[in-house]
């Protein structure tokens, strides 16, 4: 999962994908913006087949966040 969203992340926000740990946070240490937020979560919905609230793309501070997300709305 973690290459997927790697992929997401480097395609749309032209993020180094060296970066892109768990850990990473996404605006401080991959430089994401809250435009590029909005471009991922779409991304995110079409690859993985989800949809991603307002509210849940605020909480969203880390890789991680994003993978913990993603796993408890594919079970």
Do not use: C
């Not at 480097?10 to 180094?16: I, K, Q, Y």
């Not at 913006?33 to 609230?53: W, Y």
């Not at 880390?62 to 594919?74: A, F, G, H, Q, S």
């Amino acid at each position: 999962m973690l290459e997927r969203i790697t992929n997401i992340l480097v395609e749309t926000a032209n993020v180094d994908a060296d970066k892109v740990k768990p850990e990473a946070t996404l605006k401080e240490d991959l430089g994401i913006d809250s435009l590029d937020s909005v471009e991922i979560v779409l991304e995110l919905e079409t690859e993985f087949d989800i949809k991603i609230e307002d509210e849940e793309l605020q909480g969203l501070k880390t890789v991680n966040d994003i993978i913990t997300l993603i796993e408890r709305k594919t079970k």
